[in-house]
């Protein structure tokens, strides 16, 4: 395991004011998984860092260059099940879209076998998803995912459920759609965009190993979701194979289409950061 020192992008733990630790992490999400082997070593090497729900992200957003297929999908959702049950680690498998009729949601969760949908999109549309004449499948779990100035300007929607009230899993704060942006963490009130009782919430948008010590002592979020901030660069990327999705929306080199692949030594260098700023590290 690379140590802080021998990592160029570790965080140095010194630069944490002592006293600054955020209340425990409760959550960790890593997006834009793409197979089963890389679902696997990241839940191992979260295992032996933190003891924290851990969340598998894969995307079913065909414009995304993160999409996997559904056969994808259940690989990766069958590997996080059996990684999670041999580890005694609690972790699940989540399938994100956009924008996409319930239908689909239901029968791509349905044929992948997992049972969280996160759900990016207008507050409407989510609304009218969730809310849906034929109803949200009651064996389907749901994560919202709010943009921070959407949900202070329209705060009756930033609690949206289900028509029988079930709350989300959790509330994602992101400002784009896994494009890597990070917003202004300094202008974020929790309180105005969640509201009173928020439950598990998380934060996203451009995180990495050298700003999310920052973004947690402004946010104090409870989760934080990871997805480039872990990824290789273009040396690294995985031909993409699951014949899905717009071929514009990839990496391209001698006309094949390429992925990111999520990286183990920046996925050390994150843990890393976040043990500087949180209790409850395994280290």
């Not at 809310?131 to 009651?138: E, K, L, T």
Request: aromatic content about 6%; overall charge neutral.
């Amino acid at each position: 395991m690379l140590g802080r020192n021998q990592h160029p992008l570790a965080f140095a733990a010194s630069a944490v004011v002592p006293g600054s630790r955020a209340q425990a992490l409760k959550s960790l999400k890593v997006c834009g998984v793409t197979s089963a082997e890389d679902a696997t070593w990241i839940l191992e090497t979260i295992q032996r860092r933190l003891s924290v729900q851990v969340w598998i992200g894969c995307v079913l957003w065909p414009h995304s260059r993160r999409c996997v297929s559904v056969r994808e999908a259940r690989d990766i959702a069958a590997a996080v099940r059996e990684t999670a049950a041999k580890l005694g680690t609690p972790a699940r498998t989540v399938a994100v879209f956009v924008d996409e009729d319930l239908s689909r949601i239901r029968q791509v969760c349905t044929d992948a076998s997992i049972n969280v949908a996160q759900l990016h999109g207008s507050l409407d549309w989510q609304e009218h998803v969730l809310r849906a004449v034929d109803s949200w499948p009651s064996w389907l779990d749901y994560a919202r995912v709010l943009r921070p100035d959407e949900a202070a300007q329209e705060p009756s929607k930033r609690a949206i459920t289900t028509a029988d009230g079930r709350p989300p899993c959790y509330t994602l704060i992101d400002p784009g759609r896994g494009d890597g942006k990070p917003f202004d963490w300094r202008k974020f009130s929790n309180e105005r965009v969640l509201g009173p009782d928020p439950g598990l919430w998380m934060i996203a948008g451009g995180l990495h190993a050298g700003n999310v010590v920052e973004a947690v002592r402004v946010t104090n979020a409870p989760g934080v979701d990871v997805a480039s901030g872990v990824e290789v660069s273009t040396d690294g990327l995985r031909k993409h194979e699951s014949g899905e999705g717009s071929a514009d929306a990839y990496p391209q080199h001698s006309g094949r289409v390429y992925r990111p692949r999520k990286d183990p030594a920046r996925l050390e260098a994150f843990l890393d950061a976040l043990c500087s700023v949180y209790g409850g590290c395994m280290i």
